[in-house]
């Protein structure tokens, strides 16, 4: 297997480092704090009064981007962000998710059944099951996936040097995303104000009718609304799919055993989401001073809790760099913690449970074709794999 630098190896290095200089510290190069033990992130991210998620002095006189955040409640505190949240939420019950399964289902065979013994399982399972899930929920067109792919592409794949300032967005970065995030505001604005003309029975329709106090949300905070659900509601299945894969084929072991137990591929999957946290980290800034892990952190400091580092710390994960199958429990934070926790999380799990299980049984063998490269994301904006070439043989 080939990789394109920067590896996982050379990330996780980097964050053992971080943690050996405290599990909360400043650092003077990115002129932020790190939080990096699994209480102290789950303390930072369960307190929204002290530790604000609202970023958008970062983005101030960037309009598109302003436009993007009016409705991404990611970014927003309370009590707006449980108003909401609480709207959005109504499409990702139990029920609704768990409604999803046979749809979910019929879409894996129907793109698994051409493929040969040979094939790129992110072009052709990972990345359209997950975009056609949550552009049918949306309501909007399924065959523009490839547009919604070069979005994401865009936008998860601008690198940065890990020891940049983190309140340093250089005007080269705002220029490669700009073009894509005025695209998307001007697709969902279009889609938004059809919706409104010729409603239907879809989210998006849904939001169009919906009220807040009294008062029906404007185009622009749907905006924020659709593209949110919509990258991140196929981002993070893709890359747990991925990550999956590829980290059965580094656990032969492990693999052999959820074959011969289908009932272990559930925690296999937390497994793998603990080890390939696919955002390995999100941001906040103090609103007051604020104490965690034994340290004072100032007002108005930007902090940055690591996903990545709190899913192996070693006062809670035994041998975390281990992948253990029956690890039990497995209080990973891969998903997030308090008010913010993914929204989409059981439609992640639903999804990477119902893809990798057709593969398992369809497919005897799976493995990495030796002849092709796999490529990644950088794994300091997300741990993902874009381009992984199986070889298969079916059962």
């Not at 002290?50 to 970062?58: C, E, K, P, T």
């Not at 890359?239 to 980290?247: C, D, F, I, K, P």
């Not at 693999?255 to 980290?281: G, K």
């Not at 929204?343 to 398992?360: H, K």
Request: hydrophobic fraction near 45%; charged fraction near 25%; glycine fraction near 6%.
């Amino acid at each position: 297997m080939t990789h394109t630098k920067p590896t996982f190896e050379d990330f996780l290095t980097w964050l053992a480092a971080l943690r050996g200089r405290g599990m909360v510290h400043f650092d003077e190069h990115q002129r932020c704090w790190h939080v990096l033990g699994h209480p102290e992130v789950n303390a930072v991210l369960s307190d929204p009064a002290r530790f604000s998620s609202d970023l958008s002095a970062m983005i101030a006189g960037q309009k598109d981007f302003e436009l993007f955040g009016r409705g991404n409640f990611v970014r927003m505190d309370p009590p707006k962000h449980r108003k909401l949240r609480t709207l959005v939420s109504q499409a990702f019950t139990p029920k609704v998710v768990a409604g999803l399964e046979p749809r979910i289902a019929k879409l894996t065979e129907e793109l698994l059944e051409p493929l040969g013994e040979r094939f790129d399982v992110i072009d052709a399972l990972a990345y359209p099951l997950p975009v056609i899930v949550i552009a049918e929920l949306l309501g909007i067109p399924v065959t523009d996936r490839p547009l919604f792919r070069s979005w994401a592409d865009v936008l998860f794949s601008q690198e940065r040097d890990p020891d940049q300032a983190v309140d340093e967005i250089g005007d080269e970065v705002f220029a490669a995303v700009l073009p894509t995030m005025r695209e998307m505001n001007a697709y969902f604005l279009d889609y938004i104000a059809s919706r409104r003309t010729n409603p239907g029975t879809d989210l998006t329709s849904a939001l169009v009718r919906a009220e807040v106090d009294g008062k029906r949300l404007t185009d622009e905070e749907i905006v924020g609304f659709a593209g949110l659900l919509l990258l991140a509601g196929h981002v993070t299945t893709t890359a747990t799919l991925g990550n999956s894969l590829v980290t059965f084929a580094e656990n032969p072991d492990a693999t052999a055993e959820v074959r011969a137990e289908p009932s272990l591929l559930v925690p296999a999957i937390e497994e793998v989401l603990r080890m390939r946290t696919p955002f390995p980290r999100l941001g906040r800034r103090t609103v007051v001073a604020a104490e965690v892990g034994g340290a004072t952190i100032p007002a108005g400091q930007f902090v940055i809790p690591w996903l990545s580092a709190a899913n192996r710390d070693e006062r809670v994960f035994a041998d975390p760099d281990r992948f253990d199958i029956h690890r039990s429990p497995n209080p990973h934070v891969s998903f997030g913690h308090g008010i913010h926790f993914c929204l989409g999380a059981p439609l992640a799990r639903l999804e990477a449970r119902i893809a990798l299980g057709r593969l398992l049984r369809r497919y005897r063998d799976i493995e990495i074709d030796p002849a092709e490269p796999v490529e990644h994301r950088s794994p300091w904006t997300m741990v993902a794999v874009t381009k992984l070439p199986l070889v298969v043989r079916v059962a």
